[in-house]
């Protein structure tokens, strides 16, 4: 018999998590997370380890962390609802990890670039990496930046997207891939020292986060032999695994025009055959390509992948891969 | 249109023989290729089920229960879950003593939001209005319309966005309980906000583009929003409609030149354009109505140019500045823009518009300010 609302608000009041809603936050983390890339997991599979990994983590930092057992529990109106919001918080938590991952990456390559490239050069010795002032070695400065936050955002801002090849959202953009590649990382680092002086790390992170719009990094010691590789290419195994999450993400109306459209093969019969319009149909198939941007790692990557996706989504497929 | 997916739960439940709505999801099963995906990704991947052990260690933690509380008046800076009903009256009450009719509307059985008291009650036409903000703990997701407060900020013990976009005024009976308050540096950091002075580091970041999942909430979500904030809006379009001298502005879908209509754009002529996701105090009869999901653009489709973007305020600047999000020029080479607020009209330069561009319009003006925005081209 299954807990009832009332049942788990009680258990809630009584010991803020007891075996009943211990049983449903486990369900929902095992459902939810294979709907995600493998990429989520941290450790590149979902398996027993990996998913009780994401449910203790997600347990601490939001239903714990942020309340959001009390939150959802005291707001939603119903079973299927409370169901709803902590999907959607297990869901915001491997994101938000993944991207936190995905940033500390850049902040990790940073320190070791500024440690491994003659072009830089330390100012005096820290014992702490994160406190260490860097400079550059062609005008070499001896004490640190005097420049205030502003000042500094304004010096990160003057080189613009553009001119950085910054991976972003866009169409050829790949959001969760590290920001800067590496030599628009060091045209980025130098121009920084060059206008602002000597920085820290810590300093240099907080521009970047600002600039970049990214997240804090994760509470580890940023040292240069952190692994911290540049993104490789999927394999077709992992391209495969992509398909199926991405497929089964799509909401309901997006994965009907999407299946249409892999029947007909054209936009304007697709069109007429679910009723609608071409723009919402194209529409349709930018918001998955959006999700398959979130995992590609070279744009190549992504047509490849969303006709993988409508070979699944097709009326005559198997619905795996 | 529109049909919600089950979440994954629900396949789970479905698969292990423990669904009460099998049928109903075997139903959904057969027109959703996207659910016959999932459900083939949970039977090619069975999970043991899972260890836990490690939750004793937050079993008994009864400081992250909160306690719900009914004083009689809402304050400033304290945190309230909204009602999940409400009715509003069949009639309000002019501030000049006369009376006139509301149109019908209420809810029930709806989910209760968390909500952040930013104003003290304000009594007219026979309710007790309450400004509020939603809050959410996702502050991973915020905006620059949204301030984020620190989880040592409030009783309440988590970090919350404030979602500023999302400000509204409710009646005091759509207030249910108080759960908790901001705190010692909250408070000042909600006084600086709200005297325009706040902390620039608790903003977050500008939306991308258009296709930013930050720009979307939950379709539950967003539905609660609606209903929260229709009956200010109703009240305030019914009183201004019976002619009260009101201190609500008056509250129009946009204009009797209607922007709907595509016109002869001729040059100099003031077309209007249409908000997708209005803040919500700007077009009462379409929050109040509308089902679709509203990313938060202005858009016009004339017959010399089709426009879409966003209202940003430039924390750098002090400008209030169109992105241009999609632009396509037919007839047309320049336009300027025209924004109205309830006090006043600004105008920006005539410009080109491009791709990815800004356009800034009034230094100091928050896009929630905005009652109206209108291009015009300039030959």
Redesign the interface.
């Given at each position: 018999m299954?807990a009832t609302l009332e049942d788990l608000r009680s258990e809630?009041?009584a010991?803020?998590?007891?075996p009943k809603l211990?049983a449903?936050v486990?369900?929902?983390?095992?459902?939810?997370a294979?709907?995600y890339p493998r990429s989520y997991s941290g450790v590149g599979v979902?398996?027993?380890e990996s998913?009780?990994d994401a449910?203790?983590g997600w347990?601490?930092d939001?239903l714990?962390?942020?309340?959001?057992?009390?939150?959802l529990l005291?707001?939603?109106?119903?079973l299927s609802?409370l169901?709803?919001g902590?999907?959607?918080s297990f869901s915001?938590y491997l994101t938000?990890r993944r991207?936190r991952t995905s940033a500390t990456n850049l902040y990790a390559r940073t320190v070791k670039m500024l440690r491994t490239d003659a072009t830089f050069a330390p100012v005096g010795i820290s014992s702490k990496p994160n406190e260490q002032l860097w400079t550059l070695a062609s005008d070499p400065k001896t004490g640190p930046s005097t420049a205030d936050?502003?000042t500094r955002?304004?010096a990160a801002a003057a080189l613009t997207n553009d001119d950085l090849n910054v991976v972003?959202?866009?169409a050829t953009s790949l959001k969760s891939s590290p920001v800067l590649r590496e030599p628009t990382l060091k045209v980025f680092l130098e121009h920084l020292l060059a206008q602002l002086g000597a920085l820290t790390p810590a300093d240099i992170i907080e521009i970047m986060r600002?600039r970049f719009?990214l997240?804090e990094p994760e509470s580890v010691e940023l040292v240069a032999e952190l692994d911290a590789p540049e993104p490789s290419p999927h394999d077709i195994a992992s391209q495969s695994l992509i398909t199926?999450?991405v497929?089964?993400?799509?909401?309901?109306?997006?994965?009907?025009l999407?299946?249409t459209l892999a029947a007909e093969e054209d936009l304007k019969a697709a069109a007429k055959a679910c009723a609608t319009t071409d723009s919402a149909i194209r529409a349709a198939y930018?918001?998955m390509e959006?999700l398959v941007i979130e995992e590609a790692v070279e744009p190549s990557e992504v047509d490849h992948i969303c006709g993988l996706i409508l070979g699944?989504?097709h009326?005559e497929s198997?619905?795996?891969v | 249109?529109?049909?919600?997916?089950p979440?994954?739960?629900?396949?789970?439940?479905y698969l292990e023989g423990?669904s009460?709505f099998a049928a109903g999801l075997e139903n959904?099963l057969a027109?959703?290729?996207?659910?016959?995906?999932?459900?083939?990704?949970?039977e090619?991947?069975p999970?043991?089920?899972?260890?836990?052990d490690?939750?004793s260690s937050?079993?008994?933690?009864?400081d992250?229960?909160?306690h719900?509380e009914r004083p009689q008046t809402p304050a400033r800076a304290e945190f309230w879950?909204s009602a999940?009903r409400y009715e509003l009256p069949g009639e309000a009450a002019l501030n000049n003593g006369g009376g006139f009719a509301l149109p019908s509307f209420s809810y029930e059985?709806?989910?209760?939001?968390?909500l952040l008291v930013i104003g003290d009650p304000e009594p007219q036409h026979g309710f007790d209005w309450v400004d509020v903000v939603p809050v959410l703990?996702?502050v991973?997701?915020a905006t620059e319309t949204d301030y984020v407060f620190s989880?040592t900020d409030s009783s309440?013990?988590?970090?919350w966005r404030a979602m500023f976009a999302h400000q509204t005024k409710v009646d005091r009976g759509q207030l249910d309980t108080r759960?908790g308050s901001l705190l010692g540096n909250g408070i000042e950091a909600l006084h600086s906000v709200l005297d325009d002075n706040g902390d620039e580091?608790r903003w977050g970041?500008?939306l991308?583009?258009i296709?930013?999942?930050r720009g979307y909430e939950?379709e539950?979500f967003e539905d609660c929003l609606r209903a929260l904030r229709t009956p200010w809006l109703l009240v305030s379009e019914a009183a201004s409609t019976a002619g009260t001298a009101s201190n609500v502005f008056v509250l129009r879908p946009p204009g009797p030149e209607n922007p709907t209509e595509r016109t002869s754009d001729k040059s100099g002529q003031l077309l209007w354009l249409q908000p997708r996701l209005a803040p919500p105090e700007m077009v009462a009869a379409f929050a109040a109505a509308s089902e679709e999901r509203k990313p938060g653009l202005w858009e016009l489709d004339a017959s010399a140019f089709r426009l879409v973007g966003r209202l940003k305020l430039n924390k750098?600047t002090g400008f209030l500045a169109f992105s241009v999000c999609e632009v396509e020029l037919r007839l047309a080479s320049r336009l300027r823009l025209v924004v109205r607020t309830a006090e006043a009209e600004y105008a920006s330069e005539a410009f080109a518009p491009v791709l990815d561009t800004s356009v800034p319009i009034a230094r100091g003006l928050a896009p929630s300010a905005v009652h109206q925005l209108g291009a015009e081209v300039v030959s």
């Open positions: 299954s809630h009041e010991e803020f998590i007891g211990l449903l486990e369900r929902v983390a095992r459902a939810t294979l709907s979902w398996n027993d998913i009780a449910l203790q347990v601490a939001r714990w962390g942020r309340r959001d057992l009390t939150n005291a707001g939603a109106a119903s609802a169901r709803s902590l999907t959607r915001q938000s991207e936050l502003h955002l304004v972003r959202y866009g600002r719009g997240l199926q999450s497929a089964a993400r799509l909401n309901h109306d997006d994965s009907r999407l299946s930018k918001r959006m699944l989504l009326p198997r619905n795996s | 249109m529109d049909q919600l997916c979440v994954p739960v629900d396949w789970l439940d423990r009460k959904h027109g959703c290729p996207a659910c016959r995906v999932l459900l083939a990704t949970l090619a991947t999970i043991a089920a899972l260890p836990n490690w939750a937050f079993r008994g933690r009864l992250g229960v909160w719900e879950f999940s059985n709806m989910n209760r939001t968390l703990s996702d991973e997701r989880a309440l013990n988590a970090p759960v580091s970041f500008p991308e583009d296709y930013d999942p939950a539950d750098q």
